[in-house]
């Protein structure tokens, strides 16, 4: 059900900035495209979409930066992870800011050729580990797969220190 799901949710975003493109974009340069064509194209597009992921091991819904987890760990200690998380991500393309007030982690990650960068914070609530990431500019929605892999190697990184 899940990769159906996502689907549906990248199928509806094409259909989104079809339309945005050619109801509202469209007749301001002279071009009236009916309904059907929209999502023609928006269909065709989210059905290209899915082969290069699934090339790259996503899934249709990971295409986007937005991720949260919660992870049961009433022995983690923010304390002990911090080290390892700083040598999972360089410190090149990465930025650190630990917040002792709130106990969390902010990475951000800098842009590059593949994204505008993404924002991941870490948090210990109640014995719980939260982690979000998000796109560092709200319009970069898209993901190359960075947010993905930085998800898999904290998460890795948490299976591993706070068992």
């Given at each position: 059900m899940?990769?159906?799901r996502?689907?549906?949710?990248?199928?509806?975003?094409?259909?989104?900035?079809?339309?945005i493109?050619?109801?509202i974009?469209?007749?301001?340069?002279?071009?009236?495209?009916?309904?059907w064509?929209?999502?023609?194209?928006s269909?065709?597009?989210?059905?290209?979409?899915?082969i290069?992921?699934?090339k790259?091991?996503?899934?249709p819904?990971?295409?986007?930066?937005?991720?949260k987890?919660?992870?049961?760990?009433?022995k983690?200690?923010?304390?002990?992870?911090?080290p390892?998380?700083?040598?999972?991500?360089s410190?090149?393309?990465?930025?650190?800011?630990?917040?002792?007030?709130?106990?969390?982690?902010?990475?951000?990650?800098k842009?590059n050729?593949?994204?505008?960068g993404?924002?991941?914070?870490?948090q210990k609530?109640e014995?719980?580990?939260?982690l979000?990431?998000?796109p560092?500019?709200?319009l970069?929605?898209f993901?190359?797969?960075?947010?993905h892999?930085s998800?898999?190697n904290v998460e890795?990184?948490i299976?591993?220190?706070a068992?």
């Amino acid at each position: 059900m899940y990769p159906l799901r996502s689907f549906l949710i990248l199928l509806l975003f094409f259909f989104g900035l079809s339309f945005i493109g050619e109801f509202i974009v469209g007749p301001l340069m002279g071009d009236d495209v009916p309904l059907w064509k929209i999502a023609a194209v928006s269909l065709i597009t989210a059905l290209s979409s899915i082969i290069p992921l699934q090339k790259r091991g996503l899934k249709p819904g990971d295409v986007f930066k937005y991720f949260k987890r919660t992870y049961v760990a009433p022995k983690a200690n923010m304390h002990q992870l911090i080290p390892h998380i700083r040598k999972a991500f360089s410190d090149r393309d990465f930025h650190f800011k630990w917040d002792e007030n709130k106990e969390r982690l902010r990475i951000s990650r800098k842009a590059n050729w593949q994204s505008f960068g993404e924002v991941l914070y870490l948090q210990k609530e109640e014995g719980r580990l939260k982690l979000f990431i998000r796109p560092k500019y709200y319009l970069d929605v898209f993901d190359q797969g960075q947010a993905h892999e930085s998800l898999l190697n904290v998460e890795q990184i948490i299976n591993k220190e706070a068992a």
